[in-house]
């Protein structure tokens, strides 16, 4: 069965550091998200990819996070610098119409120190 | 701005019983999908269940099955003959507008005992 990759599962890196995360949605899947979730919260949402296309990022902070899925397919998410407050899971969902039910990868859990 | 409201922080059932999971939504959208996501220790968030607002019969799938009350914003999830494997943080989520609009709520965590 097809699945969301996420790499890595695991990044600890020091405050004022990049760091970056990438995915690889299920094939055939337009619709991309990238969530931040807290330990004991929801998934929030940073960006959301339809191909190559930004069409939500109204809550990413944008002057330390970008995001970019160059041709349609994967997508890498960076932060720089990162905070100590950016410590949390980054999950990627791909989702395909018209149901847009949302397929989860493992996630990166980050650590910032 | 859409908000998703779960006011269970934390449930716990015995097994073999049934238990249901609130969820309540706010909206001024008349086209909608709202879900339910079951997010176990350790591994990856899938969905459980899905439902149209458009359609008036609650969805059903195995022993998840879902009481939608459009006219309330009431969206809560039923699980019968609760199992051990149903433990597990579970997230009600609101969607409209073609794949845009994500909200989860903030989780009930749901213990089952044997």
């Known amino acids: 069965e097809a699945e969301v990759a996420q790499s890595p599962r695991y990044k600890i890196t020091e405050k004022s550091q990049a760091v970056a995360f990438w995915c690889d949605p299920i094939s055939g899947h337009a619709t991309l998200y990238w969530y931040r979730q807290i330990l004991g919260q929801g998934p929030e949402l940073l960006v959301q990819?339809?191909?190559?296309?930004?069409?939500?990022d109204s809550q990413l902070p944008k002057d330390r996070f970008s995001a970019e899925r160059l041709k349609g397919v994967d997508s890498t998410l960076k932060i720089q610098p990162a905070e100590l407050g950016d410590s949390a899971m980054y999950l990627c969902a791909s989702a395909v119409s018209p149901t847009y039910e949302q397929y989860f990868g493992p996630g990166t859990r980050l650590t910032v120190t | 701005a859409q908000t998703v409201t779960q006011s269970q922080p934390e449930m716990s059932v015995q097994e073999a019983e049934t238990v249901t999971l609130s969820c309540t939504y706010d909206?001024?959208?008349?086209?909608?999908?709202l879900f339910w996501y079951k997010q176990p220790p350790s591994r990856q968030m899938i969905l459980v269940i899905r439902?149209?607002?458009?359609?008036?019969q609650n969805a059903t799938e195995n022993r998840f099955s879902v009481n939608f009350q459009k006219a309330a914003k009431s969206f809560s999830l039923k699980i019968s003959d609760s199992q051990l494997g149903d433990t597990a943080m579970y997230f009600c989520?609101?969607?409209?507008?073609?794949?845009?609009?994500?909200?989860f709520g903030p989780g009930t965590r749901l213990s089952v005992l044997p």
């Open positions: 989520a609101f969607m409209y507008n073609y794949g845009q609009n994500f909200v």
């Open positions: 990819f339809q191909d190559e296309s930004v069409v939500d």
């Open positions: 439902q149209e607002a458009y359609k008036q």
């Open positions: 909206t001024s959208e008349n086209n909608y999908y």
